[in-house]
């Protein structure tokens, strides 16, 4: 069992800055693949970033790469630098694990409860 914990939304004017983090903690946690995903009004939830298990590979949605950056503190909390923040960029947040890099930024097996970004005019 792995629980996920996101924290760090809020409201911020365009051009401002975000950092979410994600706390995971349960049982046998480790080796995981890391995720977030967003999911706006009106919207589908949509791929935001990934991370490999080792921290040395990235991935980002094209809407996000150069703006945000997603890292590693330890085995158990990933954040999500976010930068230059746009209108669209709000969303409901979530914090994703799976033991496949591939399935992490697909169809994650854990998920955590969300965290409300919002980014006004």
């Known amino acids: 069992q792995v629980q996920l914990v996101e924290s760090g939304g809020g409201l911020v004017q365009a051009g401002g800055s975000l950092r979410l983090s994600c706390a995971a903690s349960?049982?046998?946690?480790?080796?995981?693949?890391m995720a977030w995903f967003r999911q706006a009004p009106g919207k589908e939830r949509e791929f935001v970033a990934a991370?490999?298990?080792?921290?040395?590979?990235t991935y980002y949605a094209n809407s996000v790469k150069g703006r945000f950056t997603i890292s590693k503190r330890n085995v158990k909390n990933t954040s999500l630098q976010m930068n230059s923040l746009k209108p669209e960029d709000t969303a409901t947040y979530y914090c994703?694990?799976?033991?496949?890099?591939?399935?992490?930024?697909?169809?994650?097996?854990?998920w955590g409860q969300g965290t409300q970004v919002t980014v006004s005019s």
């Open positions: 349960g049982r046998a946690f480790g080796g995981y693949e």
């Open positions: 991370i490999s298990w080792g921290g040395a590979s």
């Open positions: 994703a694990a799976d033991a496949s890099l591939e399935n992490v930024r697909t169809s994650p097996n854990y």
